[in-house]
């Protein structure tokens, strides 16, 4: 295993396990992840949403193919967390001392550079839509 298997796995491995172990709080409807999807005024599909696309997100990031299109998802949802804290929940939520924030970040970072790592998913899909000359409109 060359370092950049290494490196990838780490950082979608992290993401993963971050995304994933969220899901218990959303999904068992816990008085904090309740509360924060309440000042959010999207309780609780806001919270069941969230969860389902970090699911899919974490097994995505998993699977090497698919790890491209896990990270995007994790990207756009990190962005809306991150954007959460700052404009409505605050960077601490309910005394964590800015934890979830942190792990948001953290979750974001990871997911940027997997993208760029497998930008190449990306590209695979484009090329197959991508119109040849003589082709019939």
């Known amino acids: 295993m060359n370092i950049k298997n290494i ?3 780490i950082l979608r491995g992290l993401a993963a396990l971050i995304l994933l172990q ?9 008085p904090e992840s309740v509360a924060i999807f ?8 806001g919270r069941i949403g969230t969860g389902c696309v970090e699911l899919i997100a974490g097994i995505l990031l998993l699977i090497p193919a698919t790890a491209f299109w896990g990270a995007i998802l994790g990207i756009g949802t990190m962005f809306g967390a ?3 804290h ?3 929940i605050g960077i601490q939520s309910a005394g964590d001392g ?3 924030f942190v792990y948001a970040n953290i979750v974001l970072v990871c997911c940027c ?5 497998y930008r190449a998913q990306l590209v695979a899909v ?3 839509f991508r119109k040849h000359p003589g082709d019939i409109a």
Not at 22 to 30: D, E, G, R
Not at 38 to 45: H, M
Not at 113 to 117: D, G, L, N, R, V
Request: no cysteine.
């Open 7 to 9: 490196i990838s796995w």
């Open 22 to 30: 969220t899901l218990y709080f959303k999904f068992t409807a816990h």
């Open 38 to 45: 309440t000042k959010l005024g999207i309780e609780p599909w």
């Open 82 to 84: 991150i954007a959460a």
């Open 86 to 88: 700052l404009f409505v």
């Open 98 to 100: 800015g934890q979830l």
């Open 113 to 117: 550079i997997t993208a760029w790592m």
């Open 126 to 128: 484009l090329h197959r």
